[in-house]
């Protein structure tokens, strides 16, 4: 099984303040950790943009749930204490609230303030990107499927869709969102995941599962092992064993290149 995840760079994540202020809204606990697993789902967005860029050049990109441009400020930070830097010619920002102030001071080119789930969603037409990121947004759509049908024709032939949410076992799952529907709060998590789900999305719009994986086997805040770089690299081994574990999956789903 391929682990790429093993030997991408994590030593930016060490003392960086810049990933860990207030902007972030992480907890405190979680500021005093060397690697903290809280940052894993950006560290992969990342590392899926850095190694596609690699290859294409400048990148075209529309995050969808951009929340307060956290995703954009941690590509910025990598590049400031360590990492590489992704060359990127654009990055869209789609949001049921746009935080303007805070977006365009991350970096956002342009923003499309509108409900996911409204019938009258859409992005600009004939508008495509060679990457679309939905970050922790998918969980929080009663109808994410219809979501993913509706952006996918925005993909440039060869672009990528990438993500990540909370992982269910697939046993599970549909019984776990029975019971936390009911339950919801408004934004709160009403739909369930699991790594057969991925692949089913992708094979109902025609991508392909490039990549998929867990991220770690336990998360706690301020957990004193997330200061040791072998805890992060075991997390990372255990998730990409077992994508279906209770924690996160992350995912890359490509569309074919004509």
């Known amino acids: 099984m391929a682990m790429p995840q093993l030997c991408w760079d994590i030593e930016f994540l060490k003392n960086n303040p810049t990933l860990k ?9 979680v500021k005093h950790t060397d690697y903290p697993l809280r940052l894993v789902r950006y560290w992969f967005m990342y590392h899926f943009l850095r190694e596609d860029a690699a290859k294409k050049g400048a990148l075209d990109v529309c995050e969808i749930g951009v929340d307060s441009g956290q995703m954009l400020s941690f590509m910025h ?4 204490h360590g990492g590489e830097k992704v060359p990127l010619a654009n990055w869209d920002a789609v949001d049921a609230l746009i935080q303007r102030d805070k977006l365009e001071r991350a970096g956002y080119n342009h ?5 996911l789930e409204s019938p009258e969603f859409r992005l600009e037409e004939g508008r495509q990107y060679d990457a679309m990121i939905l ?8 109808k994410p499927e219809e979501l993913i049908a509706k952006i996918v ?5 060869g672009g ?3 993500g990540g949410f909370p992982s269910t076992p697939d046993p599970m799952m ?11 709060m408004k934004y709160g998590h009403v739909s369930v995941f699991s790594p057969q789900r991925v692949r089913d999305m992708a094979a109902a719009n025609g991508l392909e599962v490039e990549f998929l994986s867990g991220a770690f ?12 770089k072998w805890w992060l690299r075991f997390n990372l081994w255990f998730g990409a064993l077992f994508p279906g574990w209770p924690g996160e999956t992350y995912w890359i789903l490509r569309k074919p290149a004509k």
């Open 135 to 142: 970050l922790h947004v998918l969980e929080h759509l009663f």
């Open 21 to 29: 202020d207030e902007n972030y809204g992480i907890p405190a606990e």
């Open 160 to 162: 990528m869709l990438i």
């Open 217 to 228: 086997f336990m998360r706690k805040k301020g957990f004193f092992l997330e200061n040791c």
């Open 111 to 115: 923003f499309h303030e509108v409900d």
């Open 77 to 80: 930070a990598a590049a400031q």
């Open 174 to 184: 549909q019984s776990r969102e029975d019971k936390i529907r009911p339950k919801a």
């Open 153 to 157: 024709p925005h993909l440039k032939p």
